[in-house]
């Protein structure tokens, strides 16, 4: 048991790693459990073995603990998140080493029983001799689980396979010990229905060794499923870096990375992994962010940026200030995103678990209804005894726990390595039913900084002229559409220096360049220095406007001689991912605080028709927007990035956060999109679908399954060796289709 459980007991919240648990039946056991305590609201997981516990002050970590221990299982504070370790090898995997044993001591066995020429003068006692230690040593796990759950008053999916295998071993016993089955010459068919035998000596030694085997089978491969389920979370956890170059009195130190602290300063080389989130205060580089966002196109970052921990320097030396640690840094509240996401259940596996938790019980009075009824209508023991251990070994309801835990571990961990993440199956039934899309216009469908656009000039006067003498002047400014003309200038060379600077309140900048007297801004500041604007010029300016765009007027040595075009400019890949979104069938509304004229510019760009743009919207009024569209009927998905969002975000049936944005957007979305890249919205959505589809499919085939199974297996139609194959393999089917989720591509 852990110590560490004060820490927790002040929250209302805590997660146990539950050992002992074999099927659904067993977490449904527990689940019901803690939930009968005051205040305790439970969810346990069979897939990733854990349980989440919401509780109240009148209840402890160690009371739930303890309840769970009652029950007949482990529970403990988990530790916390560690890199992936390697896969254990196999002298290390306990349950592999008793399903080879088996499977070599039952071969013989089968194959003696089943082939009626390989029967030689005394077979069935070597026999015998093999499926002893398949039965007690390779079902010793079954036979410990069903007798705990029977000391709790319990069965499991663990007490039909042990009540299956020992009755067909007691029973082989009985015939080889007190009936004709131990006659030496004594010859025994196969057949893949009940047939009619004599009871005394009907020997069912093939059946138990055989059920034994093909059921741990089934497990191996279940845990090994699982694993791979899980391997897209393990790498995310293990994508940070193990030690960091901190500066130190101007000198390099290299520590555990677990050791920075927030404000700490760090050397990151070429090739180098960043150790945590931060700021780069010296020097510039390209960052591979494709481990994080799945982008494949470097970013370029310089002084003032901030970058995200387990990103790779792809090009010169940085040195970054940690403004993000352990637990908060952006790789790390991803992985918990995920990890909470997993330990969820749909609507749908909630009914699974409930049918799961009576499902056993009423397969062993199936199984003992059988057995009546096959006594007085058969006249023979042997027929009525298989039929019913067939219906025993059959029913086993694992694949209904496995359904959705699998299926939503795999799609949660494909959508991680693409940058989007899942809070939880919840999220995935509403995507299911959303038919519009809201995109917030700022920061979502346009960059969100203002981005010269066009240069237009007059006769005699090149772009590259006009942009470099203007970028010049603007330098000196702090306004946004400045800042946006200086970055667009030095872009394209060096700025020249520029003296006698004076900005003009509300009209513009003007200063000396080159020799030349350059002014910058509104038309009338030009114009009042020179005469009016030429046509060209004027042409221009006049569609930029109508198109929603700010005109800044250019001019030196008193003339007007350019008009840039700025704006926050539409992300290029906006218009793609508006096509993608109504691929999907929804609605998109482009929704924004700007005036009209500005957002029906963007939407015609990206493709939004104009009676869904709803403009001129103040942040506390997004709520009611949404609100609005909701009442008429429509199921609505919002994306957004900003604080203004967040209430907007939490209000939709489906919110997008923009993982770019602000942690308060972030928290109140139902999925995070960590790009900035608006078609990851399309690829969300996408992946969710085919996330509850698959989950879907799985509780079908697993109902499906047992629905079929019983009576054919009561009808005596199905040996119960056959039967155990079928049972096995059925979890496998599952958790491999779960599996095909891995292969999941953005659009």
């Known amino acids: 048991m852990s110590t560490s459980a004060p820490d927790v007991r002040a929250r209302d919240r805590v997660e146990l790693a539950i050992g002992g648990m074999t099927c659904a039946s067993c977490a449904a056991r527990i689940e019901k459990k803690l939930n009968r305590l005051d205040g305790v609201e439970a969810t346990v997981n069979f897939a990733t073995e854990k349980a989440r516990v919401d509780f109240g002050p009148g209840t402890t970590v160690e009371d739930l603990i303890a309840t769970v221990e009652r029950t007949g299982y482990s529970a403990e504070l988990p530790p916390p998140p560690a890199p992936a370790a390697p896969e254990r090898s196999a002298r290390a995997?306990?349950?592999?080493?008793?399903?080879?044993?088996?499977?070599?001591?039952?071969?013989?066995?089968?194959?003696?029983?089943?082939?009626?020429?390989?029967?030689?003068?005394?077979?069935?006692?070597?026999?015998?001799?093999?499926?002893?230690?398949?039965?007690?040593?390779?079902?010793?796990?079954?036979?410990?689980?069903?007798?705990?759950?029977?000391?709790?008053?319990?069965?499991?999916m663990d007490t039909l396979v042990s009540l299956g295998t020992l009755a067909a071993f007691g029973w082989s016993c009985w015939a080889l010990f007190g009936g004709h089955a131990g006659r030496l010459g004594t010859h025994h068919d196969f057949t893949l229905s009940v047939g009619a035998t004599d009871a005394s000596a009907a020997l069912y030694l093939e059946t138990a060794a055989a059920v034994t085997v093909l059921i741990l089978l089934g497990r191996h491969l279940e845990a090994r499923s699982k694993r791979r389920a899980g391997a897209a979370l393990r790498a995310?956890?293990?994508?940070?870096?193990?030690?960091?170059?901190?500066?130190?009195?101007?000198?390099?130190?290299?520590?555990?990375?677990?050791?920075?602290?927030?404000?700490?300063?760090?050397?990151?080389?070429?090739?180098?992994?960043?150790?945590?989130?931060?700021?780069?205060?010296?020097?510039?580089?390209?960052?591979?962010?494709?481990?994080?966002?799945?982008?494949?196109?470097?970013?370029?970052?310089?002084?003032?940026?901030?970058?995200?921990?387990?990103?790779?320097?792809?090009?010169?030396?940085?040195?970054?200030?940690?403004?993000?640690?352990?637990?908060?840094?952006?790789?790390?509240?991803?992985?918990?995103?995920?990890?909470?996401?997993?330990?969820?259940?749909?609507?749908?596996?909630?009914?699974?678990?409930?049918?799961?938790?009576?499902?056993?019980?009423?397969?062993?009075?199936?199984?003992?209804?059988?057995?009546?009824?096959?006594?007085?209508?058969?006249?023979?023991?042997?027929?009525?005894f298989t039929a019913a251990v067939a219906v025993l070994i059959i029913a086993c309801p694992c694949a209904l726990g496995l359904a959705t835990p699998t299926a939503l571990m795999v799609g949660t961990g494909r959508g991680a390595q693409l940058g989007i993440l899942i809070k939880g199956p919840e999220v995935l039934e509403t995507t299911r039913t959303v038919d519009t899309v809201v995109l917030d216009k700022t920061g979502t469908v346009?960059?969100?900084?203002?981005?010269?656009?066009?240069?237009?000039?007059?006769?005699?006067?090149?772009?590259?002229?006009?942009?470099?003498?203007?970028?010049?002047v603007e330098h000196a400014s702090e306004h946004p559409i400045a800042r946006a003309i200086a970055e667009a200038a030095a872009a394209a060379g060096e700025l020249p220096a520029v003296t006698e600077f004076r900005g003009i309140p509300g009209r513009g900048v003007q200063g000396v360049v080159a020799g030349h007297t350059v002014v910058a801004g509104r038309e009338t500041l030009p114009v009042d220095r020179a005469r009016h604007l030429p046509p060209p010029l004027a042409r221009a300016k006049a569609a930029a406007e109508a198109a929603g765009r700010t005109a800044v007027v250019v001019g030196w040595d008193g003339e007007a001689r350019a008009v840039l075009e700025v704006a926050d400019a539409v992300k290029p890949t906006s218009a793609e991912a508006v096509r993608r979104l109504r691929e999907l069938g929804l609605t998109p509304v482009l929704l924004t605080g700007d005036n009209k004229l500005v957002a029906e510019a963007v939407a015609a760009e990206v493709g939004i028709d104009p009676e869904h743009v709803i403009a001129e919207v103040m942040p506390q009024d997004?709520?009611?927007?949404?609100?609005?569209?909701?009442?008429?009927?429509?199921?609505?998905?919002?994306?957004?990035?900003?604080?203004?969002?967040?209430?907007?975000?939490?209000?939709a049936d489906l919110g997008l956060a923009m993982g770019t944005g602000t942690d308060a957007a972030i928290e109140a979305g139902d999925l995070t999109l960590v790009r900035g890249d608006l078609r990851s919205a399309a690829d969300a959505i996408r992946l969710s679908r085919r996330t509850l589809g698959t989950i879907k499919g799985n509780l079908f085939w697993a109902f499906g399954y047992n629905v079929a199974a019983i009576p054919l297996a009561a009808a005596g139609l199905l040996n119960p060796m056959i039967a155990g194959a079928a049972m096995a393999f059925s979890s496998v089917f599952v958790v491999t289709n779960s599996l095909r989720l891995r292969r999941f591509q953005p659009a």
Request: hydrophobic share 50%.
């Open 93 to 156: 995997d306990p349950l592999r080493d008793r399903l080879l044993i088996s499977a070599v001591l039952s071969v013989p066995v089968v194959l003696l029983s089943m082939v009626p020429a390989l029967q030689f003068t005394g077979w069935q006692w070597p026999a015998f001799a093999l499926t002893v230690p398949v039965v007690g040593y390779g079902g010793l796990p079954f036979h410990r689980a069903a007798w705990t759950n029977l000391r709790h008053g319990a069965a499991t």
């Open 236 to 384: 995310l956890l293990d994508l940070g870096a193990k030690d960091v170059a901190v500066l130190q009195g101007g000198r390099e130190v290299r520590l555990p990375v677990d050791r920075l602290a927030v404000g700490t300063r760090f050397v990151v080389r070429p090739g180098e992994k960043i150790a945590t989130d931060g700021t780069v205060v010296e020097g510039s580089s390209a960052v591979d962010v494709s481990m994080l966002t799945g982008e494949s196109v470097p970013v370029e970052v310089a002084v003032g940026d901030e970058v995200t921990g387990a990103t790779v320097n792809a090009g010169g030396r940085l040195v970054v200030e940690a403004t993000r640690v352990g637990a908060d840094t952006r790789l790390a509240r991803m992985a918990r995103l995920v990890e909470e996401a997993q330990n969820g259940k749909a609507a749908a596996q909630r009914l699974a678990d409930r049918i799961s938790a009576v499902f056993v019980p009423v397969v062993i009075l199936i199984a003992l209804a059988t057995l009546v009824v096959w006594l007085p209508a058969t006249d023979n023991p042997a027929e009525a």
């Open 446 to 472: 346009t960059t969100g900084r203002m981005t010269l656009l066009a240069v237009h000039t007059t006769a005699g006067t090149t772009e590259a002229e006009a942009l470099r003498l203007a970028g010049a």
């Open 622 to 651: 997004k709520v009611a927007t949404i609100r609005r569209l909701q009442a008429e009927g429509r199921a609505v998905a919002m994306v957004g990035d900003g604080v203004n969002d967040a209430a907007a975000l939490a209000q």
